[in-house]
Nanobody, 124 residues
Framework: QLQLVESGGGVVQPGGSLRLSCAAT????????IGWFRQAPGKEREGVSC????????KYADSVKGRFTISRDNAKNTVYLQIDSLKPEDTAVYYC?????????????????WGQGTQVTVSS
């Protein structure tokens, strides 16, 4: 079964940047569309970005457009989320998820496999 492992989270000041990674094992990642989601305490999990299997198309939530950039390197079985101009409201646990042979969607319900998450905290 596909396994996903996120990394790259941390504590950063407002305006800072992070690059999150989602590494896949046991299956080739190019079988899957990949989404990034986040969940803040007391809030529902929300989709922030997703990328198609080839990397040719991507989507972003309105709240992150222009600040987040998703990319993938199928040769390395890894998907990245570059996060710039971080805001305190970006504080959350960030998860990546995979959808086999599916299209890129921002709805959490459309994904079959999830990582364990990585914490991003934006604080001065």
């Amino acid at each position: 079964q596909l396994q996903l492992v996120e990394s790259g989270g941390g504590v950063v000041q407002p305006g800072g940047s992070l690059r999150l990674s989602c590494a896949a094992t046991r299956f080739p990642l190019d079988y899957y569309a990949i989404g990034w989601f986040r969940q803040a305490p007391g809030k529902e999990r929300e989709g922030v970005s997703c990328i198609s299997r080839s990397g040719g198309s991507s989507k972003y939530a309105d709240s992150v457009k222009g600040r987040f950039t998703i990319s993938r390197d199928n040769a390395k079985n890894t998907v990245y989320l570059q996060i710039d101009s971080l805001k305190p409201e970006d504080t959350a646990v960030y998860y990546c998820a995979a959808r086999m042979f599916g299209v890129c969607v921002l709805s959490p319900g459309g994904y079959d496999h999830w990582g364990q998450g990585t914490q991003v905290t934006v604080s001065s």
